[in-house]
């Protein structure tokens, strides 16, 4: 299991050094705000907010609310494509 | 690292997915935690319910999707056909067109203090005396030249004629003009020029001594520039000058209507002319009153800015009130120069009494 951990902590230390991670962030948020991702959340948190009122919200709060939502309201095609990315850098390092 | 690496592509491939799904989510929740904070900084700065209102003013400003009306539901051609009523002349003007026409009406513009003038003029025009009337006259001539050498041509003919008010206003002059028979020759040859003819004779004369007037092959009208201007030579200039101003000398003599004018004429324009007339032919004999006549003809082309003014201008009064105090003057006047016998002798061959009569009698006080 250490070697398990320190494998992931290799592979993670490899995207964030060559820059990956970032971009992968990045086309991540685009993707997401393109189909609307963005502002189904967004309106769930209002509802949230309105829920607890306006000045009881924490981070905290959305982010327990809003996570497991988001994460399932990501699409098909944009879970698809990240996978594919992340993929195809893991087998290009992984060759190396 | 190969070291590392070499295991994950190889047959574990179960924990190659569990990798790559896990760094998956937590670039999902990554994203996810990036929205909470931006939301919620939105909260606590207080701007995140800003662009959400109340569901009525919401339904109040709904966006209208019909034919015939815009966006707020308005019909948008209401204003198309608004007419507003012009405080001045009372007339209902369109409201595109009332700024415009308040300009002219008015007469504050640019443009139209001279037509303002003009019409002013001409509805006092039985009240003032001939001179006044004249000078007037010259004024707008000169304004009107003026602001017309400025203007660019198109301006120009645009002025002439397509405005509806210049026309009208001309119209209306002529029709004072009316009464004098001199005015409608002019104006037939004045109808060979193309883009001048709606000018009177008065103007198109104020405008040949102030600019250089040639006309154009190609749009026929005339050039606006000074009588130095370098695209047009002097030749063209004089040409121009006999096409408008020529034929209106030889048909001085021809209308008995015309002579009878002249001696109607304003009196220091009168001794002006009996001057001349005197310098001409020094010792006036009844034999040649005709050529005296046509002596005083050809000065008249030979000083046109000094001549042809007043004469032109004594036309316009001739059917206001010029008649009687001319009238009164000459007998006046004859009663002076009855002595004179050629005198005599010349009004009866002229067979115009009254008229030759102050000619004769201011050549008389010239003689004093």
């Known amino acids: ?3 398990d951990s320190q494998m992931r902590a290799a592979i993670n230390q490899k995207l964030i050094e060559m820059g990956e991670r970032e971009r992968l962030k990045e086309l991540l948020r685009a993707k997401l705000v393109e ?3 963005k502002d189904q959340l967004k309106a769930h948190c209002k509802d ?6 306006l000045e009881h919200v924490t981070v905290e709060d959305l982010v327990t609310e809003v996570t497991p939502k988001g994460r399932a309201l990501v699409p098909d095609s944009v879970k698809k494509e990240l996978l594919q990315r992340i993929r195809a850098f893991l087998a290009q390092h992984a060759t190396l | 690292m190969k070291m590392e690496d070499m295991p994950l592509s190889g047959p574990d491939n179960t924990k190659l997915e569990a990798l790559v799904h896990d760094i998956y989510s937590e670039l999902v929740e990554d994203a996810c935690l990036g929205l909470c904070f931006e939301v919620h900084r939105a909260v606590k700065q207080g701007y995140f319910f800003l662009d959400e209102t109340d569901q009525e003013s919401m339904k109040e400003f709904e966006i209208v999707d019909q034919p015939g009306v815009d966006i707020f539901g308005q019909v948008y051609n209401q204003w198309k056909n608004k007419e507003c009523e012009c405080p001045n002349c009372k007339r209902l003007i369109a409201a595109s067109r009332f700024a415009p026409h308040l ?3 008015l007469g504050m513009g640019r443009n139209s203090s001279r037509i303002a003038n003009r019409r002013l003029a001409s509805n006092n025009n039985m009240s003032k005396s001939e001179s006044d009337q004249e000078d007037n006259d010259d004024l707008n001539d000169n304004d009107w030249s003026y602001g017309a050498e400025k203007k660019a041509k198109k301006r120009k003919s645009d002025k002439n004629q397509n405005s509806p008010r210049r026309s009208k206003s001309l119209k209306h002059k002529n029709g004072e003009l009316g009464s004098s028979v001199s005015s409608e020759p002019y104006k037939y040859n004045f109808n060979t020029g193309i883009s001048y003819e709606t000018l009177g004779p008065d103007e198109v004369r104020s405008l040949l001594t102030t600019q250089c007037g040639v006309i154009s092959e190609h749009t ?11 695209q047009h030579t002097d030749e063209q200039r004089r040409a121009v ?4 101003l020529g034929p209106s000398a030889p048909a001085l003599p021809d209308a008995d209507a015309v002579v009878e004018n002249d001696g109607f004429d304003i009196p220091d324009g009168q001794t002006l002319m009996s001057r001349l007339q005197w310098e001409d032919s020094p010792d006036i004999s009844p034999t040649d009153s005709a050529s005296s006549k046509a002596s005083t003809n050809h000065a008249d082309s030979r000083r046109p800015k000094k001549k042809k003014r007043p ?4 036309n316009s009064a001739g059917g206001g009130g010029g008649g009687g105090g001319v009238g009164g003057g ?3 006047l004859t009663g002076g120069s009855s002595s004179s016998q050629s005198n005599i002798s010349l009004s009866t061959k002229k067979k115009r009494p009254k008229l030759s009569a102050p000619s004769i009698s201011s050549i008389y006080d010239e003689l004093n």
């Open chain 1, 1 to 3: 299991m250490s070697k």
């Open chain 1, 35 to 37: 189909c609307g991702w």
């Open chain 1, 48 to 53: 949230v907010i309105r829920e607890k009122g």
């Open chain 2, 103 to 105: 300009e002219k009406c």
């Open chain 2, 220 to 230: 026929k009208k005339m050039c606006t520039r000074s009588q130095r201007c370098p």
């Open chain 2, 241 to 244: 000058r006999v096409f408008l």
């Open chain 2, 311 to 314: 004469s032109l201008g004594l």
């Open chain 2, 330 to 332: 000459s007998s006046s």
